[in-house]
């Protein structure tokens, strides 16, 4: 079966300092990976995706990135955190495609930026 | 017109109710359609994935597409205190990777 690994479970970060958030897959290859964002009274909002090694899409410009190093990691990185980066950082994954729709989200991170 | 509404609630019913969760769209093209049920604090759990109009049911739950409306619904029986929770619906295409999600609606079962 799929797992979805997602670290920290809880973070404080203060402005200005850099942030990495780390996601990983076990039990399927290829998958289509997701990284979201969700704020109170503000759903879902996706921030990046990939379908493969290297290729990533970014959905909104900020001051956040994404990198895929290997087939069922993805990370979420930034520089330099601001006081609106704070909220619930979501990975989530797709059976790799399009025909498959399904995501299935990990746990979640929640950044707290003081 | 946003994309998919859905409305925030909070609703609040007492155990053994029938509940109805409901979403609509704007976007013809939409053809696979989710429920998400999210617990405070963790991640969403995929909980019925319908293709198309028609209905599918699960246990206590039942999804509802009606494409020519562009309107879906989930319906849970026998509603028990462990189904509170915030209940997502999300949408796609089919070819883009990317689902649409609804913002929510906060469900409280009082036993």
């Known amino acids: 079966s799929q797992t979805i690994h997602q670290w920290p479970a809880t973070l404080v970060q203060p402005v200005g300092s850099p942030l990495s958030l780390e996601c990983t897959v076990e039990?399927?290859?290829?998958?289509?990976l997701y990284w979201y964002r969700q704020a109170a009274g503000r759903g879902l909002q996706l921030l990046f995706y990939?379908?493969?090694?290297?290729?990533i899409s970014s959905e909104v410009p900020q001051n956040l990135s994404a990198s895929r190093p290997q087939d069922r990691q993805f990370i979420l990185s930034s520089k330099k955190l601001l006081l609106s980066d704070s909220g619930f950082y979501l990975c989530?994954?797709?059976?790799?495609?399009?025909?498959?729709?399904?995501?299935?989200f990990g746990p979640g991170t929640r950044l707290t930026v003081l | 017109q946003k994309e998919v509404e859905q409305d925030p609630g909070p609703l609040s019913v007492p155990e053994g109710a029938i509940v109805s969760l409901n979403c609509t769209y704007s976007?013809?093209?939409?053809?696979?359609f989710m429920w998400y049920r999210q617990y405070s604090r963790k991640g969403p759990e995929l909980l019925m994935y319908?293709?198309?109009?028609g209905n599918k049911e699960d246990g206590r739950f039942t999804a509802q597409v009606d494409k020519s409306s562009k309107y879906i619904s989930l319906f849970i029986r026998d509603s028990q205190p462990s189904d509170s929770a915030t209940y997502l619906c999300?949408?796609?295409?089919?070819?883009?990777?990317?689902?649409?999600f609804g913002k929510g609606t906060l469900l409280t079962v009082n036993p």
């Open positions: 990939s379908v493969g090694i290297g290729q």
């Open positions: 976007n013809s093209a939409f053809q696979y």
């Open positions: 989530a994954w797709s059976r790799g495609g399009s025909s498959y729709n399904e995501q299935f």
């Open positions: 999300a949408m796609s295409g089919g070819s883009n990777y990317k689902l649409t």
């Open positions: 039990g399927t290859s290829n998958p289509n």
């Open positions: 319908t293709y198309s109009s």
